[in-house]
């Protein structure tokens, strides 16, 4: 591997790389290395401070090293002369089992192994806002469905068109650009590709969205539920398994109920079986449970799960088959970690293929107007509920390793109790008087 990332330089006049890598939380780390240092970090690494990032560390540890997987570097479309590349850490000569790229990658392995090949495609929604994070970034974005509205799009025709010019550019294959359902909120959708290279691309998508949102002066957040009036924004996963050869979809059979093979139905229904869990890293802050579970919205839908169902076309349950031999997972929201993501889907899906698990009928009901009548598993209420979910679940627990679920469990109910220890205005206002 010796030299990629010197020739990289010269080839495309970068002066600079992001040595990069992506922690627990979901938060991007990186040291920027002069292109003629490179040569020397590209086996051994650069060097961090666990302690200083999500992760389950001290000051104690070692350093921990970031080597860099040469074969995702990306050079920043918005600043030409820096490249990016992922990196896989590791401490003492062994891989951090607790980072999450590193996590993907061994459940990558694990299904290689078994003869998987899983490829995804996410459609990764955010709102533009105002630089200080107080409103919508447009003012005249007020219509109450604003889904697809033009004048709005076209209002931020220079950020969007700069976002999908980058990814054209890094051959990615987007193929559509839109304004969402909340005000202010837009959505980016590219090609599929395999598990890693779409989490490293998701990824950089968010880097590359913040920082061309900050140079025409606004601000981009993926926050599960930015306004409590308004559509959260998700992360919709559309997932499917081929052989390691990339050659031949497992999960399409064109002679079944929707196109879905058995082994699709085996992994679908691994994944509603471990769905309390996933929820833990598919919804993974206090806000997210503010979108699952939210009421009806200015638009007069929420567009997010509530239920452990799916379904055929049909955008009111948990997973949707929206075409044959693939299905949506519309659970995640914009919070959650890029390689976690895949990792948990891919784990549950693991399961359900050995265990053969039976996702049970299908529903084609509307869950936004019928589902409080039914008797079905509810997803979460709050967060608390989900790692607690998570931490049981040790099937979950053992295919995500045991480092990194034991330092997730652990970060995550620290963030839980910061939550529980703030004094919110609503609490005053209702409180005060008792």
């Not at 998508?205 to 061309?212: H, Q, R």
């Not at 239920?307 to 049909?314: D, F, L, M, S």
Request: proline letters at 5%; charged letters at 25%.
């Amino acid at each position: 591997m010796t030299g990629k990332l010197e020739a990289f330089a010269k080839a495309n006049d970068v002066r600079y790389f992001l040595f990069n890598f992506t922690d627990i939380r979901g938060m991007q780390r990186s040291k920027l290395v002069p292109a003629a240092a490179a040569p020397a970090m590209e086996e051994a690494g650069a060097g961090f401070a666990g302690f200083a990032t999500y992760l389950d560390m001290t000051p104690a540890h070692p350093d921990m090293l970031a080597v860099p997987d040469t074969s995702s570097v990306i050079r920043l479309p918005w600043q030409p002369d820096v490249a990016w590349v992922a990196g896989d850490l590791v401490m003492d000569g062994r891989p951090v089992e607790q980072a999450p790229r590193v996590v993907l990658k061994n459940l990558v392995a694990r299904a290689a192994a078994e003869g998987f090949r899983m490829k995804t495609g996410v459609e990764a929604e955010y709102h533009l806002i105002d630089a200080d994070g107080a409103g919508i970034s447009d003012p005249r974005d007020i219509d109450a469905k604003p889904c697809y509205d033009q004048q709005a799009l076209m209002r931020r025709y220079d950020v969007v068109s700069e976002i999908c010019d980058a990814m054209l550019g890094l051959g990615w294959g987007p193929y559509q650009n839109d304004h969402e359902d909340a005000n202010g909120q837009f959505e980016m959708n590219w090609d599929y590709d395999d598990a890693l290279v779409t989490a490293d691309r998701h990824a950089f998508f968010k880097f590359m969205v913040k920082s061309i949102a900050e140079k025409h002066g606004l601000r981009a957040t993926f926050m599960p539920k930015p306004f409590l009036s308004l559509t959260g924004n998700g992360c919709h996963a559309h997932v499917s398994v081929w052989d390691t050869e990339g050659r031949n979809n497992l999960f399409h059979d064109p002679d079944a109920e929707l196109g879905l093979s058995e082994l699709a139905l085996s992994f679908l229904g691994g994944v509603l079986h471990h769905a309390e869990g996933l929820c833990a890293i598919t919804n993974p802050i206090v806000n997210s449970y503010k979108r699952i579970n939210a009421p009806v919205t200015a638009s007069g839908a929420t567009w997010s799960p509530n239920t452990v169902t799916w379904t055929g076309n049909n955008r009111t349950h948990m997973v949707r088959i929206p075409d044959e031999g693939r299905f949506e997972l519309r659970l995640a929201d914009g919070a959650a970690n890029p390689y976690l993501l895949q990792a948990a889907c891919l784990a549950a899906g693991l399961d359900g293929i050995g265990n053969k698990r039976d996702p049970g009928r299908r529903s084609d009901l509307d869950m936004y107007a019928e589902g409080h009548r039914r008797r079905v598993r509810r997803l979460p209420n709050y967060l608390l509920d989900a790692v607690r979910a998570f931490d049981r679940n040790t099937v979950l627990k053992d295919a995500l390793g045991a480092e990194f679920s034991a330092a997730y469990v652990k970060l995550k109910m620290q963030e839980w109790d910061a939550y529980s220890r703030h004094l919110s205005d609503w609490e005053r206002e209702t409180s005060l008087d008792i």
